[in-house]
Each structure stands twice: as structure tokens, then as C-alpha cells.
Nanobody
């Protein structure tokens, strides 16, 4: 069983930046491809980015491509999501998630095996 804990959310002005972190425990972190999703009030959970278990492949949603970076540190069992510049429409609860296997990239929430509890990101205009 893998436990995921996100951190780094907060209130940021539009144009600013944030780096979200997700710390994993309870499993072999390097076995898992790691993704970030977000969910705004009244909306469905949507894919943001995913990184392969090796760290050498990244895939982004069109909505964040070019202003986000997903990375991982397997020695620290942590995956990161950097967003810059932030826009008001980035306001959401951000979740990290994990899945194992060679299929890549997965962008649908139901394909992921483990989820964190989420961290709130609010971008003011």
C-alpha cells in the first residue's frame, strides 16, 4: 500500500509560481509512474501531468504545457509539480497519484492505483 501526501499549495497572485510536492511511503517509489491531477469546485478531476517511473518521460495537459514542469527524486521518494506563471483558472485542489506498469502515459483518474488527499491552490487575479 502506497501513501501519498501533497504539500506546497496556497494562495498566490496571478503570474506567480508554486512548487507542489508529493511524498510517497509504503512502497517502492521507483516502481510507480506518478501523475498530478486537479479538481476545481463543481468540475471533474482533470489530468495535469505525468512522469514515468524512470523520470525520463513527461507528459502534460494542454492547459499547463509550457508553464509547468513535473519532476521526481527517487532518492527522496518525492514528485514535484512546478507551475509558472499561474493563472486564476489554475485554482483547484491538486492531487498526486501513482500507478505501476509499463503503459504510459495514463491520463484518466481511474487508471491510477493510489491517491493523496490533495492540496489547495488558489490563484487570485
Amino acid at each position: 500500500q502506497v501513501q501519498l501526501v501533497e504539500s506546497g499549495g496556497g494562495l498566490v497572485q496571478a503570474g506567480g509560481s508554486l512548487r507542489l510536492s508529493c511524498a510517497a511511503s509504503g512502497g517502492t517509489f521507483s516502481d510507480y509512474n506518478m501523475g498530478w491531477f486537479r479538481q476545481a469546485p463543481g468540475a471533474e478531476r482533470e489530468f495535469v501531468a505525468v512522469i514515468s517511473w524512470t523520470g525520463d518521460r513527461q507528459y502534460y495537459a494542454i492547459s499547463v504545457k509550457g508553464r509547468s514542469t513535473i519532476s521526481r527524486d527517487n532518492a527522496k521518494n518525492t514528485v514535484y509539480l512546478q507551475l509558472n506563471p499561474l493563472k486564476p483558472e489554475d485554482t483547484a485542489v491538486y492531487y498526486c497519484a501513482a500507478y505501476s506498469g509499463d503503459e504510459y502515459p495514463y491520463t484518466v483518474p481511474s487508471d491510477y492505483d493510489y491517491w493523496g488527499q490533495g492540496t489547495q491552490v488558489t490563484v487570485s487575479s
